[in-house]
């Protein structure tokens, strides 16, 4: 299959493609529903939490948070209760006030710190009017009572009632603020008539809370400072949400009964905050929280003793400023709405899913942690509203689409009508595109397998050098042509990135293969007026690739529909074979004409001498010593010619397509190697070192031709080594290779003269006196052996120090292909 270009790019040259202002304004319009919806939905959340449809959500989400985070109840705050046991055994309430002045008597003996009592004295006994005298006493005594005031409507408006002026107690209201499902939650710091600093009264357990320091309030109470005036003239101010312990019973509580009785010892009053109040069934005023269990209140005395708590502990609950409110939930919905543009369907959706999760427990967290209320239901409102709102529009934009769809692919040429009547679903327009998406990618892939099909490396380009379509083997020689195109206008002078990264990659010197491109774009796309068209060589013209290979570089226009250039298919020809080829007959000519030629002639020429003179002499032991030199002479050039067709043959095998590798081990060939030109070492007086390592050095390859190329450089560096002198063999392992080394002690080769070392029939020593004898072609099989394998073949000398001859096998050799 073919590989595809851009993205972009149509499938054939040709082909109508999208305008790209219709993208933009499909991509504008999108923008422009979303800034609308999310305008949208944004002020609808602000005004039902203005309104407030989201308090009741918001309420059962502060109830959840207040239920899970309880926390100990403070030591130094007592209840003593009015309760079921005390009524039967003091009787019905209410009771004398002279009961009620022992039992403060009896309390105050224990030395609290001091006594609330919630109970409502603003009225005189009269029934027992000596009582009142004892109960002031007793509370004078005490020094440190604090009384409720009473606040009730009245004919003009809200009035506060006062305990009697002769109790001489402190004084603070008890009013309880119950939220719309009539839950209490929160109490006022100060109330009173208008204007509340002047007039309002502190609330019972702040005045416990406060009592003996300076001022109507301990210091870091926290409280919303914000006033709030009702329509009848009261007003409140200070506004503190209770941090409830726990469900009811969690304060410490001991019995009236038990304390008049003297059962509970009044020095376990010492130090604390006690609050006197109802907790006898039907009496007393009993208040649902959020900490409620089964159906059961709170009496009034316990939700004033979680408000002292609060006070004292300074970690009342507050709510977050509007600011911060508002905010939140403005960003809370636009990062909804921003996962439902950027994001795919599953992910909107999941992201939705996190955010709301993350704001209930987010605003969770925030209450335990900092006892910051963060309303999150208007959030969790937008959130909710936005993502299947948006999915509504997309689904709707999606309809357009396909509707759209359907009537270009109609105007397609080669493509079958689309049915008159798709219906209206998504379905079903989604089935008629796809029918007729269909016949296009028929059509594609016929051109795919088309392009596929051809022998050459083959590219399909617009006119600015864009590549559209590449066969596999184009994309084997450049893989980056396929990036993707920028848009706009190619660089002055260059095409864009896809033919240039062809070229490139082909070409160590692109010069005249860019200008081929050039002229061939200006002639079929047209030049600019300022620059004259070069001419284009009808056959493509020949360049030269990397590592020695050459290419044929040709192009062609590509005609659209219309008759006009819609683009140019440039092939890459590759002729190194043939070029290849061309040098090897040369070769094999020049070996013919000259060196297998001329030891023959010398044969004959001497055979012709030696009958020659064995006719004019005669025989004799001259003749014969004459004669046995001259065959000498005949067998030198008779074992040359040997050698070198030999050592052709060899290089011939080596270069051949076809060889037969197996599993071989290198340190077993070396020795084979040395083995065999141990005798001439011997003869030469040239010692031969060995240096094998101790693990195995296994690879595949054909070991025949392996030995022979070792064979050879240990061949020669014997030849070239003075008498005395050592060869050294050495197998070493380098990563991700193997390296066989010979070096020898010999006369060393020049810089300049390395270079031809590896070239067929070059001998550097001929003609010198004592140089040895060779072909020329034994480093040529070296070299030829090294590549077949996947390594290579090197060589590093200076004159008089030796030289070191390396074959490079890697671990994983394979046959690679052959030259020819």
Known sequence: MAASGSTDAPAAPGA???????????GQRTLVEWFLLAVAVLALVMFAARQGWTERADLAAYDIAIGAQHHPARDDIVIVGIDDASITAIGRWPWRRAVLAQLIERIAAGGPRVIGVDVILSERDTRYPHDDAVLARSMALAGNVVLPVLAEPGPAGMLVRY????LGAAVGHINMVVDTDGVARQVYLREGPHPVAAAGVPHLAAVMAGFGRAGALPEGVRHEPAVVAEANGWERSGRLRIPYAGPPGTFAR???????????????????????GALATGMGDVLPTPVSRDGRGMSGVEILANTVQAVSDGDAIVAVSPAWQAGGTLLAVLLAALAALRLPPRGAL???????????????ALLALARLWFAPAAAVLGCVLFYPLWSWLRQEAALRFLSDELARLEREPGVMPAPRHPGATLDSRMRAVYGMSAQLRGLRRFLSDGLESLP????????????????RRCVALAPALLARVPEGPAEPGLPRPGIRALIEAVCPAPAPALAYWQALHDRHAGAPAARTPAPVPEGGIEVSGRGDRRYLLHGAPLHGESGAVAGLIVSVIDITAIRLAERQREQMLRFLSHDMRSPQASILALIELEERRAHQAGSGTGDAAAGS????RIGAHARRTL???????????AESKALAFMEVELGGLVLDATDQLWALAKAREVSLQIDLPDDPAVLQGEPALLVRAIANLVSNAIKFSPAGGTVTVSLTRAPERFVVAVQDRGPGIAEADQARLFEPFARLHEGQQGAPEGTGLGLVLVRAVAERHGGQASVSSQPGMGAVFRIELPFSATSQPASV
Do not use: H
Not at 350 to 360: E, F, I, S
Not at 643 to 653: C, P
């Open 16 to 26: 109508r493609a999208e305008p790209p202002a219709a993208g933009r304004a499909f």
């Open 629 to 632: 030199g001259v065959l000498a």
């Open 456 to 471: 050459d490396a083959t590219a399909i380009c617009d006119l600015d050098g864009g590549v559209l379509l590449a066969n």
């Open 643 to 653: 050698t070198l067709a030999d050592d052709f043959i060899s290089v011939a095998r």
């Open 254 to 276: 001991v019995s009236v009964r038990d304390v008049l009785d003297g059962r509970a010892d009044p020095a376990m009053f010492a130090g604390k905050a006690v609050l006197i």
């Open 350 to 364: 999941v992201a939705t899913a996190l955010l709301l999760a993350g704001l209930l427990l987010g605003s969770l």
């Open 163 to 166: 305990p009697l002026a002769g």
